[in-house]
T-cell receptor
């Protein structure tokens, strides 16, 4: 299957700082990338959907000014958590896919963010 | 988007066949049924996808009855490494809505 990487795999930061997480599709060009957040013992929650070259579509309740998403190319999307606070500590997962309805999404390994 | 219902947890033993059933009464005509596996602190991994009848690949089988209101993921001869959370998703793969999944524990 297609490979999606994330960097960093884990990050610890101080409250008030910003953190950038990269998501790359290594062996295919993804027209669409998705960002999820998962708290312990809970399911994945879709945060936003981004298409290359256009603005991301955020899910209800997700602050677009706090979670900045850039999808500059068909192989790279970034999520920046601005002014991070302890409640932003979570497992962030990206996935990549195509615009066809029956194509699977390929998930990255996730990034563990801990805000002190 | 169709809601899914699946058991919260299941227990099994090595070498057994495990069947996890998912209910999706409100599935729409265009919806696909997709199953993912997730290990702790890892991203989900695609297992299998189907639309109707039966689909089989190298790791699992997916059984879908004619009314498509449920589906069953079948894992043959599970091993300890199959201990994970299994998610059933129904809908358009362009927007996946995740439930709590089924936590499968495989015991020696």
């Amino acid at each position: 299957g297609a490979v999606v990487s994330q960097h960093p795999s884990w990050v610890i930061c101080k409250s008030g700082t910003s953190v950038k997480i990269e998501c790359r599709s290594l062996d295919f060009q993804a027209t669409t990338m998705f960002w999820y957040r998962q708290f312990p013992k809970q399911s994945l929650m879709l945060m936003a959907t981004s298409n290359e070259g256009s603005k991301a579509t955020y899910e209800q309740g997700v602050e677009k000014d706090k979670f900045l998403i850039n999808h500059a190319s068909l192989t790279l999307s970034t999520l920046t958590v601005t002014s991070a606070h302890p409640e932003d500590s979570s497992f962030y997962i990206c996935s990549a896919g195509w615009t066809s309805a029956n194509n699977e999404q390929f998930f990255g390994p996730g990034t563990r963010l801990t805000v002190l | 988007l169709a809601k899914t219902t699946q058991p919260i947890s299941m227990d099994s033993y090595e070498g057994q066949e495990v069947n996890i059933t998912c209910s999706h009464n409100n599935i729409a005509t265009n919806d696909y049924i997709t199953w993912y596996q997730q290990f702790p602190s890892q991203g989900p991994r695609f297992i299998i996808q189907g639309y109707k009848t039966k689909v089989t690949n190298e790791v699992a089988s997916l059984f879908i009855p004619a009314d498509r209101k449920s589906s069953t993921l079948s894992l043959p001869r599970v091993s300890l490494s199959d201990t994970a959370v299994y998610y059933c998703l129904v809908g358009d793969n362009r927007k996946l809505i995740w439930g709590l999944g089924t936590s499968l524990a495989v015991n020696p």
